[in-house]
């Protein structure tokens, strides 16, 4: 079937009178309720369950392979290649899929800044699935909506199930970007994350040859009006540490950096909840009311109450809610150029400093490392600490080549005088097992110092496994933590492990295609 013929089936179907548009919250969730796709949390939150896929399934993401795409993707494991005839044929019956059933569509903006943002339509087969991108996105106003021309299309068929075989897919479930005609396919999962970094995946594409530099980073500003970026792997910190009450939020997840400064991919927030307490992250709690979004959240059967201690579906239990339920947020998330960016990581072998500052060459190999480390009883068959590296600190979501946004990174520093930090709120003393974990309150020390400026003439000194220049003193951190091999008892111990972590790096560093002098900025243990 021609794309023409195609074009004109999914027109039809929008247009048909099944088709509910732009519905607010209120109607949203007393829909969810009524279809039973949904309950009602005591809090007022609309809670769904997501079924077998409580996560990402990253082995059915694909990108449709074309001549728009074919020079410009970086193709491999995580940007698989799928074909145009097949996307083409799954679109025409997800399309017969849907004509008989009542849909929820939202025109929303992908992006903050009026000048970058993309218009996306989400058409969608359940109500909350409506609701949750509703919330996440960025709302047009009344008179947006009325000359509202959708650039991307973004259609979500929970109910459809895939046939590998015949539909080229990897299981029932897919996720599938089509650059060249502009739509993301997704079937076969309830999960409604995939939209959001569905995407994600389409402006990191898209933004690089307009100069907008995609991160994948929350961001903050302080009272001087001074933009941070905290970048970091799930554990790390990243959410905890960008939620300062001293400084106003942009953004918990995806930004772009421009010509102009920096600004929110999105209009929400997307948190992890488990163990959600008001004690310890009261911004979120507050934040969980009528019109939030909880998926696989359980509730007690007899109040509805919310328990976010129970992991019995999974523990990547998630709230969803528009970026104004957090407190003193930045409304629209638009920022100036950052003149602060922290790398995260939790290092279990406990041999990376708690702060140390980078030079640009440095940040670029960090950034295109990604590190952090898994400990044991995170995994099915994690028996000690094990490194992960996740390039750009967001692999998954980078369709491109890991240079492009590197060398993005670099020269952005460079022109406008940010300075990139690497904070480890993992170990010391020791690896995982035998180390102390950084306490939470010495590393919002150092990062409240370095935010404030008040290690901007402090001295510093070069530790020797990771040749990381690392301050001597900082005022309230026990001056035996800031040199890492001061703080283990047996030093010899402490070289064979910054040796082994050392190596890890320069083996997974092999595959980038990087300058020579951001190689040479790598680990000293393994310099020759």
């Not at 077998?52 to 410009?72: E, M, N, Q, W, Y």
């Not at 569509?105 to 992908?110: I, K, R």
């Not at 007690?300 to 523990?315: A, I, S």
């Not at 008040?454 to 001056?479: S, W, Y």
């Amino acid at each position: 079937m021609s794309t023409g013929t195609q074009l004109s089936e999914l027109e039809q179907l929008l247009e048909g009178g099944k088709v509910r548009r732009n519905l607010k919250p209120k109607d949203l969730t007393e829909a969810a309720l009524a279809r039973k796709e949904a309950m009602l949390a005591s809090n007022g939150a609309l809670t769904a369950e997501t079924g077998k896929r409580t996560g990402r399934s990253p082995k059915d993401r694909f990108i449709v392979k074309d001549a728009l795409t074919a020079g410009g993707v970086d193709w491999g494991a995580v940007n698989q290649a799928f074909d145009p005839e097949k996307f083409d044929a799954l679109l025409t019956r997800v399309a017969g899929y849907l004509k008989d059933k009542e849909l929820y569509v939202q025109d929303l903006f992908a992006g903050a800044d009026p000048k970058y943002r993309l218009p996306v339509r989400f058409v969608n087969e359940y109500a909350w699935h409506n609701l949750f991108v509703r919330q996440l996105f960025v709302r047009p106003s009344d008179a947006e909506l009325q000359g509202f021309a959708a650039e991307f299309t973004v259609i979500c068929a929970p109910g459809f199930a895939a046939d590998p075989q015949r539909d080229g897919t990897n299981s029932d479930a897919f996720i599938l970007l089509n650059f060249t005609r502009k739509i993301v396919l997704i079937g076969g999962t309830k999960y409604a994350g995939e939209m959001k970094k569905s995407i994600f995946g389409v402006l990191n594409f898209a933004l690089p040859p307009r100069d907008v530099f995609p991160m994948h980073c929350s961001a903050n500003v302080g009272a001087a009006g001074d933009t941070a970026l905290f970048f970091g792997l799930s554990g790390t910190g990243k959410t905890t540490l960008s939620a300062d009450p001293a400084r106003r939020l942009i953004g918990d997840d995806e930004h772009g950096w421009s010509p102009t400064g920096v600004f929110n991919f999105e209009g929400g927030c997307y948190a992890k909840c488990i163990k959600l307490s008001k004690t310890n992250e009261p911004q979120i709690w507050n934040a969980l009311r009528s019109g939030a979004v909880l998926e696989n959240v359980v509730l007690d059967p007899e109040t509805r109450k919310p328990d976010y201690d129970d992991y019995r579906l999974t523990e990547n239990t998630r709230a969803a809610y528009p970026v104004e339920f957090i407190e003193n947020a930045v409304i629209p998330g638009i920022g100036g150029h950052p003149k602060q960016i922290v790398f995260l990581t939790a290092d279990a072998f406990g041999v990376l400093p708690p702060i140390s500052r980078l030079s640009p060459e440095q940040a670029m190999y960090h950034f295109l490392s990604g590190y952090t480390a898994k400990v044991a009883g995170t995994e099915a068959g994690v028996k000690e600490p094990q490194a992960t590296f996740s390039t750009c600190f967001g692999a998954p979501f980078m369709p491109r080549a890991p240079k492009v946004y590197a060398e993005m990174l670099g020269n952005r520093m460079r022109q406008h005088g940010a300075q990139c930090w690497l904070v480890n709120t993992g170990w010391y003393g020791g690896p995982y097992g035998t180390g102390q974990r950084m306490s939470l309150p010495h590393t919002r020390m150092m990062v409240r110092a370095l935010l404030e400026g008040k290690l901007n003439d402090a001295e510093f000194i070069q530790e020797k496994a990771f040749g990381l220049t690392v301050p001597g003193h900082i005022e309230g951190i026990p001056e035996r933590l800031l040199d890492p091999r001061n703080a283990w008892a047996d030093k010899m111990a402490f070289d064979k492990k910054a040796a082994e972590l050392a190596e890890r790096f320069a083996r997974n560093f092999e595959k980038f295609d990087a300058p020579a002098e951001v190689r040479a900025a790598g680990p000293a243990a393994v310099k020759k």
